[in-house]
Every structure is written in C-alpha cells, then in structure tokens.
C-alpha cells in the first residue's frame, strides 16, 4: 500500500540533532513523517518488530552509543525485509574511512551533517525528492558523498 507522505527515521543519539532534523522538515512543509530514535539499539527494536512502518528515508548516524550506524546498516543489508529503504548516512565526520566503508557496507549515500539550519533543509529536500531507483541503479562514489 503507497502512502500519501515520505516516511523517514532519523537514529541519532544527540538531542540537538535530533531536534533540528525534525525541525527542518516541519518548516519545508513536505508530506513527510518523521521519527527518530536515540540510538542504534532503539531503531533496530523498532524495524524488527513486525508491524513496523518501514521508512523510505532512514537517516543513520555513525556515533551512537550501544549500537553505532556500521552495525545497524549492517543488520539492516542483512535482512531482506529492508531491501527498500534508501540508507542515508548522516554523521559529523568525513573521513574518507567511514565514507568507503559506510560505500562498501550498501550505504545509498553520506551526508556530512550541515553546520547552519538553511543549509541542513536544503540538504534534507534534496534527499528526500532523489528518484532512488535510478540513483542507486548508477552507484559510486561520485554521486554517493552529498557535497553542499
């Protein structure tokens, strides 16, 4: 069944972030709906269950306490259920390590988390109206790191 919005899930441990991400979509008045969890345990208790509404966007920060974002995509490429989700990473660091190997691990894209509010929902627009299917058909690194 298609619904009428985007779902998206935003896994991040710091409330600011948390608080921010959601923000932005409030204020870009896009059909999305949004949820966040605190941490990589919490998102995977959630998507596991099994009336879960899975997102179509899920926002995955690499530092988390209990389970971190490699350990979660990890799971989650494990797991047919999931093979619909676009997986982007959305994490402080840029370190060409974490960009191959979040690549590597089935990641559609990495996302340095923006430093002013603007940018952060012209980042979050861009995300969200990607045609997944013909960007992940054509994946590399070139289109994978989001440059703003």
């Given amino acids: 069944m298609e619904k009428d919005y985007i779902h998206i899930i935003l896994a991040d441990d710091d409330e600011d972030d948390r608080m921010f991400f959601t923000d932005a979509f409030d204020e870009l008045k896009m059909k999305t709906k949004v ?13 596991m269950t099994e009336n879960a509404v899975l997102p179509h966007v899920l926002f995955l920060d690499l530092n988390m306490p209990k389970k ?8 989650i490429k494990a797991n047919k259920r999931f093979d619909d989700i676009a997986i982007a990473i959305y994490s402080t660091s840029s370190s060409e390590e974490h960009i191959e190997e979040t690549f590597v691990n089935g990641a559609n894209i990495y996302i340095k988390k923006p430093n002013d509010f603007n940018t952060l929902k012209k980042v979050l627009s861009d995300v969200v109206t990607i ?6 058909s054509g994946l590399n690194k070139d289109n994978f790191l989001l440059r703003m």
């Fill in 35 to 47: 949820q966040t969890f605190n941490d990589g345990v919490e998102l995977m208790n959630y998507l």
């Fill in 68 to 75: 971190n974002g490699i350990e979660c995509l990890h799971e």
């Fill in 131 to 136: 045609n997944w299917q013909y960007h992940t």
